[in-house]
């Protein structure tokens, strides 16, 4: 398996652009993870899905960030309008959740957002 | 809410063994599991405890107390590609994993 795949890599934009980022979990996983990692607040879990449903969005720092997940292979999050203080490594990450799950996450690569 | 706490940075010698601890405070706790992150890289999975005790995997091991809300990890024979930053991160019932701050070791030769 080629692994979560996260698109893009890096992302350099303007303040107030909109900024897409793309995820595709690994296949036969049925939870996804969105986290933002940046220096002062370490690795924030922004919101997660099952079965791609959303189950908790409490992180979701405000109504500029929007995440979906319209089928089992992809998910984005969305920022519009993008600003500086976004500017971090934003992971995505997927499991296998059931009864007695052995807590393992696998992480993408990450997708280092930098807004001037 | 939920929270953790892990000593912001340690530093060992090589093939010295070194513990990293982490409390851990949350609702509805199932699990708690430990990842290592390489700067510039993505955190990638070391183990996982659910039940109370150790759990050793080659030379890292797992320690987990319910009762006290803690647990650690425990690196042996440091080598220098250990250097990393080390996440202890709770798992909920509702399958929410929630990360520490994170613990930056660093191996000095």
């Known amino acids: 398996d080629a692994g979560v795949i996260q698109s893009p890599r890096h992302e350099v934009t303007e303040m107030g652009q909109e900024v897409t980022l793309r995820c595709k979990p690994i296949?036969?996983?049925?939870?996804l993870f969105w986290y933002r990692q940046t220096m002062m607040r370490g690795l924030e879990l922004l919101i997660y899905f099952n079965n791609n449903v959303p189950i908790d969005d409490s992180g979701m720092p405000e109504d500029r960030f929007s995440a979906k997940m319209p089928n089992a292979s992809f998910s984005t999050l969305k920022i519009q309008p993008s600003e500086p203080r976004d500017s971090a490594v934003y992971f995505c990450a997927s499991s296998f959740s059931f009864r007695g799950d052995t807590g393992e996450l696998f992480f993408g690569e990450g997708s280092r957002l930098t807004v001037l | 809410g939920q929270s953790l706490e892990q000593p912001s940075e340690v530093t060992a010698v090589e093939g010295a063994i070194v513990q990293i601890n982490c409390t851990y405070q949350?609702?509805?706790?199932?699990?708690l599991s430990w990842y290592q992150q390489h700067d510039g890289g993505a955190p990638t999975f070391l183990s996982y405890n659910a039940l109370d005790g150790l759990e050793e995997t080659g030379r890292f091991s797992s320690f987990l107390s319910r009762s006290d809300s803690y647990g650690y990890l425990l690196l042996q024979e440091l080598q220098m590609k250990d250097s990393a930053s080390y996440f202890c991160?709770?798992?909920?019932?509702?399958?929410?994993?929630?990360f520490g701050t994170g613990t930056r070791l660093k191996v000095l030769a």
């Open positions: 949350t609702s509805g706790f199932y699990g």
């Open positions: 991160a709770v798992t909920s019932g509702t399958y929410k994993y929630i």
């Open positions: 296949s036969g996983h049925n939870s």
